[in-house]
């Protein structure tokens, strides 16, 4: 960055704060009302819900559980002495206890609300007390590792989350408080704690980000329970309340068209909670704005597309920062859920995720769900689709694309990501793919290196292998060049950038064919992938057609890393095993973490086959004899055991251009109870590339029982009218559109 971007930078901050400070001075001198007719509660929860659940306990039992859930927890806390203890650790007993201090808060002022019983509320009363008397003794948490940090935790974000259920508690027995009692806790806790996120942390209120998303909804909230407009403004439209920033951009930036979470599915269940929750009270009190119909809708669409982006048992396809058992039982995506079903009207499919979930939130929402539940008459489905989801505020940064066969209880699921980087907790891996078969990963993606919470695992944060191995391309299942990662593994370089979408089309159910190009993640080399899930009567499973082709004048190592979920079984390859001294793949770019077990040379088609619960897979890739097959193990360079010892086998080969073209065959059966094992070897013997031009590749198929595929794919500009023509051998290849398959 220059001189002259650093100063407008600087300029850019100190705006900020002297308007910040300026907009804390107005909230204290004069507090002005937002809509001073709205009752309490007004937030999550209004006092027509209250009514509501007054009159229906005892009803419905997903809410009557959700109820008496609550009611234990509160009680198990009342019993207990308050301790509100002086931060101290990252992610363990002080950390902890603050946010099971928060929760208990928030399902106590619910309690409140329903029963009117003064114990709950002396309960958040003097909790919040607590807290106004720790609070101004509190200064950078020890723990703390970057300038988003807090008092009470060691990053902003988790003081947000606080506060988002502490504001919830404080509305909730506001009327009942004393003055003297109010008094103390805005004056010593929570304009303090306004004034730490909207002056110390301005950046991070205008940050379009999900820090920025909790930490809006937070200073949103806590201004509707105060009353106070200033900060219900800043909330929505930044710190300098010129709709550039705050939760209303938030909503144009970080969503695509069609719903997609720019970090990805993981963070759009973490996002989703302040979304919804944020909106929600901005119904109650400014039903005005419409914010439930802002952008078409954009909120539901971002609720619907994170539940496409799960497998059939409801977890989080593991892109960017993931962990892998994160699923659509976590809090967030009840609360999202349950709105977005009240709100939108009823779709079964939605009630077919509450059933699944076996719990609803504590509100309006969650009642209407728990009632439809309750009387529906049949079992409920959601309904999976192989979609494509663009990526961008305006759709054109790429995407990624889910294509699906077969139902639910034993669905296959191919997805590739061609998105932009993310932001921060996006990775290094354009045109990276997952398989799924009987209901879980085959080839998997490895996620995020963290402990979420371990106080002995870094404190609980993300560990250093997550930068050093997990972000990494050669951590993904996509190509490298020359050992090092896209975009050099530099994120500003690569936060620029995205892949594009080539095409996807889903019209044929039994031919699925999805394609994408990136190109500049490496100087003068150009990437296509396409990969198809084809369906025929004479297989049990569809196949998967990879065509993966790199363009470049120089010549280049190339790899292909397929990191496999199971039990090697078989492989055409003589290779030679490296039993005694272990190797390292490499010292950077995420190669230092790879231990090199065994590599041999291809002769012909790369053949391999592993065992992976009760189905066996096979890999067929072409080759020509500069490719060498290398077979790998996580967790080269990790003395802390940081990492999972997954194993992979990945495909080498120096080139200036050239395609990577693989057959992925699901196939028989083994049952370890009964010790039977059938059709342990594949039906595909042979994969070759024909032809590739810039016009298009052609890539032949062959195997057992006389099978003899053609597989065509147009590489220029995509189109379902253009016309292709390619000549081998004296044999030409013709077709219209986009791909074309010919059988036998």
Known sequence: MNSDRIKESQGIFVRAVATSMLAFLLILAHPVGVQ???????????????????ENLG????????????????HRALARPIEVPVPVDAGGYTHEKHKQNYKEMQLAGILFQVTNENRYAGFIRDMLLNYAALYPTLGKHPMATSAE???????TLNETVWMVHAAQAYDCIHDWLTPADREIIESKLLRPMARFFTVEHAATVDRIHNHGTWLVAAVGMLGYALNDRNLVEIALYGTRKDKKAGFVRQLDLLFSPDGYYTEGAYYARYAIMPFFMFAQAIENNQPELRIFEYRSQILKKALLSALQLTDTNGCFIPINDALKDMSVLAPEVILASDITFARYGGDEGLLAIAEKQGKVSLDGAGLAVARAAQQGSKPFEFRYESVEYTDGAAGDEGGIGILRSGPIRDQSMLVMKYTAQGFGHGHFDKLGFLLYDQGKEIIQDYGSA???????KYGGRYLPENDSWA????????VTVDGRSHYGGVYKVAQQNHADRHFFSTSDPDIQVMSAKAEGVYQGVSMQRTMAMVRDTAMPKPIIIDVFRIDSKQEHQYDLPLYYMGQFIHTNIAYKAYDSIRMRMGDASGYQHLWKEAEGKADGAVSFTWLAGKRYYSITSAADSSTRVIFTRIGARDPNFNLRGDQGMMLRRSAASTIFATVIESHGTFEPVNEISSGATGRVDDVRVLASTGDGTIVEISGKDSLHWIFAVANKEASNESQHSISVSGKTYSWKGNYKIWKN
């Open 149 to 155: 940090y807090g008092r009470l935790f060691w990053q």
């Open 471 to 478: 972000k990494q391309t050669v951590a993904h299942n996509t």
């Open 36 to 54: 001073a007719q709205v009752s309490r509660p007004r937030l999550l929860l209004s006092g027509s819900d209250v009514q509501l659940i007054r």
């Open 450 to 456: 963290r402990f979420v919470n371990v106080e002995q």
């Open 59 to 74: 009803k419905y039992t997903f809410f009557d559980q959700a109820f008496g859930e609550a009611r234990e927890t509160v």
